[in-house]
């Protein structure tokens, strides 16, 4: 296995597991990938997702030496096969999906972890756009992602350059959300992942889906998917649940209905 999965309390959590080769990603770990998301997806105990890596790296993108063997996926399978279908789950799973960025994060490792909801680092953790630096162009969403973090002209110099971000540049810059200390990244960004598994998650889940529909949508739009998605989360159990809280001046208790 070259991932690990389990269950903690609410939270589906993942760890790519290849340390030696800083977790660089090879079939078997795509199509485990894949399937550990889609348990996340389908599972009702699932309310959010964890993902870090094992060892000194979060992901170091494709393994190379997967890529280069003549008997290997090839290129256009690799792309179509392996990283379209995990950044397709990361941003249809209607549950927060946390990267807890370990150390360093390169080519599809970083766009991996762009494509989560909320991206957490190790102070000593960065993320390097590596593609350039072999002829490849950014894959796995970075092109997509990147410019609306941290804009279009950053994103320019930062794909065709692939200079390595600190994850304290990576903070300023808005490419992801905070930084911990490393000794105390697994358990901040844990406690995260925990905390947003207790809350109303189908009102987050719905929050995700307007979220990615402002992608493409004007304002006109934006507003009706925001009045649909509302009445939705009008109708949960959460949502009553949340007020009558408020309410009762009492801590709400959400079951995720
Ligand atoms: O087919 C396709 O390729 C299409 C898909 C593309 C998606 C992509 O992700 S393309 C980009 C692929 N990734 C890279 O180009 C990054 C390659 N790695 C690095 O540049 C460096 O390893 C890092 C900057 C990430 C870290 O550097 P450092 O000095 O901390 O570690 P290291 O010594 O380079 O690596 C440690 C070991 O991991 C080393 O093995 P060894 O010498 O101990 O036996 C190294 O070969 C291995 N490793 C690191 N990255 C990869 C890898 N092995 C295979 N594939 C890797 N990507």
Known sequence: MHINFEIKGNTGCITLNRPDVLNSINRQMAMELQDALDKCKE???????????????FCA????????????????????????PIIKRIRQIEKPVVAAVNGVAAGAGANIALACDIVVAASSASFIQAFSKIGLVPDSGGTFFLPKLVGFQRASALCMLGDKVSAEEAVMMGMIYRMFPDDKLEEESLALAMKLSQMPTKGLGYTKRALNASL?????????????LQTAAGNTDDYKEGVNAFLEKRKALFTGM
Do not use: C, K, M, W
């Open 43 to 57: 599972s009702q105990e699932i309310r959010a997702v964890y993902l870090t890596g094992a060892g000194r790296a």
């Open 61 to 84: 993108g494709q393994d190379l030496a997967e890529a280069i063997d003549a008997h290997g996926p090839g290129l256009n399978n690799i792309v179509r096969d392996h990283y379209n």
């Open 216 to 228: 493409f949508n004007n304002l006109d739009d934006q507003l009706d998917v925001e009045e649909e």
